[in-house]
């Protein structure tokens, strides 16, 4: 009886210290940043974050004590924006010109630091411009892609 108990502990630790490393992970990986800002108003286009104020307000704590790092911005993507336009209709597709052959896409718009501010183990490109890839082997940061296919 003892050790059915003991393992039964043992078990549920391991499983309750999993859970914990799961939804951190899931965090992460959803967030992909220390901190996350966004806008909840779902009244219009007027509602994106204003990002000028946000960047001085960032680049000072960085200079006075190096207490931000670096940070950047993502903006939502154009299946969005063009659901806020059209009160509801729009997508992204690309497609041949018969539209034969077409795919839905989400395009999103990122600064240029977005990969040098990135969690890189959350994120896997499949495709890179050949400078960008060498500037990031440069710095030291290894970027893991998908193979093609």
Request: glycine content about 10%.
């Amino acid at each position: 009886m003892f050790a059915i108990c003991l393992s039964f502990l043992i078990f549920a630790g391991s499983t309750f210290k999993l859970i914990g490393k799961l939804i951190v992970s899931g965090l992460e990986s959803r967030v992909g940043a220390d901190l996350y800002a966004g806008t909840i108003d779902v009244r219009g286009m007027n509602t994106f974050v204003d990002d000028g104020p946000i960047s001085e307000f960032l680049q000072q704590q960085k200079d006075l004590d190096g207490a931000v790092i670096d940070w950047t911005y993502a903006a939502p993507s154009l299946k969005y924006v063009l659901r806020k336009i059209n009160n509801g209709g729009g997508s992204t597709r690309f497609a041949d010109y018969a539209g034969y052959k077409s795919s839905r896409n989400n395009i999103y718009s990122v600064q240029e630091n977005y990969l040098e501010v990135l969690d890189l183990k959350y994120y896997m490109p499949n495709e890179l411009a050949s400078d960008y890839v060498q500037k990031m082997d440069d710095a030291g940061r290894t970027i893991k892609r998908l193979p093609d296919g």
